[in-house]
C-alpha cells in the first residue's frame, strides 16, 4: 500500500541547473498538491491540481512549473535553480469533494519528501 | 479568508505528562480543522480532523482535540506523553471558496519528550 511516492528523496543542484520531482499516488484521487517546507514556516503550497488537466497557483508558485500527466502522477520542475529554492518538497493528493463534502474520509495524504539542497 | 495559529514553536513535556499543544483558527465560515504529526524525515500523517461531527474528536495515538467555538481553538492533547511522540505537529484548516481544495497550515510546533 504505497500511498504517495515522491523520487528522488535526495538532490543537490547547482544554481541555475533544472531538475524535476516526481510524485505518484496510487489512492485514486483526483486533486494532487504540491508544498515546500522551511523552518518555521510551516508548509506552503506551491502548485495544486484538482483534477486531471487543470492546474493553479498555490501561496509561493514563482520559479517553478508543474505537469499534471495523468489522474496517477503530478510533477513538479524548477527550470533554473536557486539557493532560495533549498527546501524540502512535499507531495500530497485527496478526494475532489468540494468543501461541504468534508466527510470523515476527506483529508490530505502526504509522501515521505525531497530533500533538495541548492548551492 | 481562513488562517491557524499555532502557540509556542517549541514546548518540552516529562514523559507522562499532559500533553498540550495550541492551535487558534480564524474562519469566517465554519471550519474544517486538522492535525498532522511529522516524525523526522518523514512526510505528514494525519492524527485527527474536526468536520463538524463531534466536537471532541479521537484521533491516533491516543491524541484528542477539542473543536471550542467561542474560543476560536481545536488545541490537541495526550494525557501521558510517551517517548515516540516526540515530532513536530501542525495544525490545518481547508481554506472555502475558490481554494477549498487547498490546507492553510500553521508554523508548527516541535514537541519534545524528557525521559
Not at chain 1, 58 to 76: C, D, H, I, M
Not at chain 2, 60 to 83: C, D, Q, R, V, Y
Amino acid at each position: 500500500n504505497a500511498g504517495v511516492t515522491q523520487t528522488p528523496k535526495f538532490q543537490v543542484l547547482k544554481t541555475g541547473q533544472s531538475m524535476t520531482l516526481q510524485c505518484a499516488q496510487d489512492m485514486n484521487h483526483n486533486s494532487m498538491y504540491w508544498y515546500r517546507q522551511d523552518p518555521g514556516m510551516g508548509l506552503r503550497l506551491i502548485y495544486y491540481s484538482a483534477s486531471e488537466g487543470t492546474t493553479d497557483k498555490g501561496e509561493v508558485p514563482n520559479g517553478y512549473n508543474v505537469s499534471r500527466l495523468n489522474k496517477r502522477e503530478f510533477s513538479l520542475r524548477l527550470e533554473s535553480a536557486a539557493p532560495s529554492q533549498t527546501s524540502v518538497y512535499f507531495c500530497a493528493s485527496s478526494e475532489a469533494a468540494p468543501l461541504k463534502q468534508t466527510g470523515p474520509t476527506w483529508a490530505q495524504h502526504f509522501g515521505d519528501g525531497t530533500r533538495l539542497s541548492i548551492l | 479568508a481562513q488562517s491557524v495559529t499555532q502557540l509556542g514553536s517549541h514546548v518540552s513535556v516529562s514523559e507522562g505528562a499532559l500533553v498540550l499543544l495550541r492551535c487558534n483558527y480564524s474562519s469566517s465560515v465554519p471550519p474544517y480543522l486538522f492535525w498532522y504529526v511529522q516524525y523526522p524525515n518523514q512526510g505528514l500523517q494525519l492524527l485527527l480532523k474536526y468536520t463538524s461531527a463531534a466536537t471532541l474528536v479521537k484521533g491516533i495515538n491516543g491524541f484528542e482535540a477539542e473543536f471550542k467555538k467561542s474560543e476560536t481553538s481545536f488545541h490537541l492533547t495526550k494525557p501521558s506523553a510517551h517517548m515516540s511522540d516526540a515530532a513536530e505537529y501542525f495544525c490545518a484548516v481547508r481554506r472555502s471558496g475558490a481554494g477549498s481544495y487547498q490546507l492553510t497550515f500553521g508554523k508548527g510546533t516541535k514537541l519534545s519528550v524528557i525521559p
